[in-house]
C-alpha cells in the first residue's frame, strides 16, 4: 500500500529541477539589532537640515520684503518725476513733486522715507525751463538682517567723494531710487 499512495500523491521526480527562490522573512521577523540601527535616522537628518531650512527661508520672506519696498520706492520716484516734468507753472514745483512722492509711497514707514529737494541743471524749484533736465531722487533707511545670520539684506552706500549726487552722497544701509526727467 505504502508504493499505491507513493504513486497516486506524489509527483515523480524528475532529473532537473527547477531553481525555487527561497522564503524572504518577513520585517517584523527580522532580528532587533537590524530594525534598531534605523528607528531615530529620519528624525536626527530632520534636526540637521531644519535650521538651514529655516534661515533659507527666512531670507527669502526677508528678501521679498526689501525687493517689495525697492518697487514701490522706484514707482514713488517716477511720480514724483511725472510730476515735476508737467508742473512748469506752479509756483514752487518742488514741493508738489515731493508730496507726490511721498503719497505714492503709502505703504513705507514715512519716518524712514528721505525725499530730498530736486536737483535740476539751469533751472530751480520756482523758475522751471522747459528743456532742461530735472532729478528727483528718495531714499528708505532699512535693516533686514537675517535672524540667526547677521547677514544685512539692504544695500550698504559708503560716500564716494564731494563731486556725487544722488544716491552715492547718503552712507548707510538703505534703499535709493533716483529718476531724471526732461522738463516739459
Given at each position: 500500500m505504502n508504493?499505491?499512495?507513493r504513486s497516486v500523491f506524489?509527483?515523480?521526480k524528475s532529473s532537473t529541477t527547477a531553481y525555487t527562490r527561497p522564503e524572504r522573512r518577513p520585517a517584523w521577523r527580522e532580528p532587533a539589532h537590524t530594525m534598531r540601527n534605523e528607528a531615530g535616522a529620519a528624525?536626527?537628518?530632520l534636526a540637521l537640515v531644519l535650521p538651514l531650512l529655516a534661515m533659507v527661508l527666512s531670507g527669502v520672506i526677508w528678501g521679498g520684503?526689501?525687493?517689495y519696498d525697492y518697487v514701490v520706492l522706484e514707482d514713488a520716484v517716477a511720480a514724483g518725476a511725472r510730476v515735476l516734468a508737467t508742473s512748469s507753472g506752479a509756483t514752487n514745483a518742488c514741493t508738489v513733486?515731493?508730496?507726490a512722492v511721498q503719497t505714492a509711497a503709502a505703504s513705507l514707514n514715512p519716518n524712514y522715507l528721505t525725499v530730498p529737494t530736486p536737483t535740476?541743471?539751469?533751472s530751480s524749484c520756482t523758475n522751471l525751463a522747459e528743456g532742461d533736465y530735472g532729478t528727483v531722487t528718495a531714499t528708505y533707511a532699512?535693516?533686514?538682517t537675517i535672524p540667526f545670520a547677521g547677514i544685512n539684506l539692504c544695500p550698504v552706500v559708503v560716500k564716494t567723494g564731494a563731486g556725487t549726487t544722488g544716491c552715492?552722497?547718503?552712507a548707510g544701509s538703505f534703499i535709493c531710487s533716483q529718476t531724471t526727467i526732461r522738463i516739459e
Open positions: 508504493s499505491l499512495f506524489q509527483a515523480p528624525l536626527y537628518e520684503i526689501t525687493f513733486a515731493i508730496a535740476f541743471g539751469t532699512c535693516n533686514l552715492a552722497t547718503q
